[in-house]
């Protein structure tokens, strides 16, 4: 497979990462993620535009909660429609967590998603990471998130920790950027 090429979303190239995002998430876009982490994030906070020779595919990323500072979070991960199916996504993914597993401090890789089989990316994480645990803790009578937290150990000899409910504040998150998903 053709070697991936991934460039650092800064703010010369922050357009190009936010078309895609937009693409494909054209409700739910967050031209301010952008913004910020290119601004004031670090190793652990960035995003990246997938490049395949000279033709950007796709994007990833990684951030960090303060609540586990072991965990790093998957951000923004899509390929473009006409680079689907040829296992760019499973490279990008795997490409990702190897990303993460080069920090010491890191244990844990994790991913909030909204999980549906018939998505591709669920049927992708079912195979690559190790747990799925449905996310609750803030569904009350008027709300009901129904994402998923999936997650992968990035050592071999530590404990599984899962993520048990620790609050993410998606609900507010999501309300602000008026979420719909798509059904990729
Ligand atoms: C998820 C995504 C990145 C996968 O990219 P991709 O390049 O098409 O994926 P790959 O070709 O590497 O396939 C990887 C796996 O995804 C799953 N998959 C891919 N296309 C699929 C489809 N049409 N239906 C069901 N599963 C599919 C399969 O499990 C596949 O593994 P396999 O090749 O062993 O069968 C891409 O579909 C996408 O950008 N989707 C929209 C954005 C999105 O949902 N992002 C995740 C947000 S949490």
């Not at 967050?30 to 000279?54: H, M, P, S």
């Not at 920090?103 to 844990?108: L, R, S």
């Not at 991913?111 to 089989?117: M, W």
Request: hydrophobic letters at 30%; one cysteine or more.
């Amino acid at each position: 497979m053709e070697k991936l090429k991934y460039v650092k979303v800064d703010l010369n190239n922050i357009d190009l990462a936010f078309n895609i995002q937009k693409n494909e998430w054209p409700n739910d876009q967050d031209y301010e993620n952008f913004v910020e982490t290119a601004r004031f994030g670090d190793e652990k906070n960035v995003n990246f535009i997938v490049y395949l020779k000279d033709k950007p595919i796709g994007i990833t990323g990684v951030y960090t909660e303060d609540l586990d500072p072991k965990s790093m979070w998957l951000n923004w991960y899509c390929i473009l429609p006409e680079y689907r199916g040829k296992g760019y996504g499973k490279q990008i993914l795997f490409d990702t967590i190897s990303y993460c597993k080069s920090f010491d401090d890191i244990d844990y890789f994790r991913i909030d998603t909204s999980f549906n089989i018939k998505r591709a990316s669920s049927n992708l994480y079912l195979k690559v990471m190790d747990f799925v645990e449905k996310y609750t803790a803030e569904d009350d009578e008027n709300y009901v998130s129904g994402n998923y937290i999936c997650s992968k150990k990035l050592k071999e000899n530590i404990d599984y920790v899962p993520w048990n409910n620790r609050n993410l504040h998606l609900r507010e998150y999501y309300n602000n950027t008026k979420s719909q998903e798509s059904d990729n």
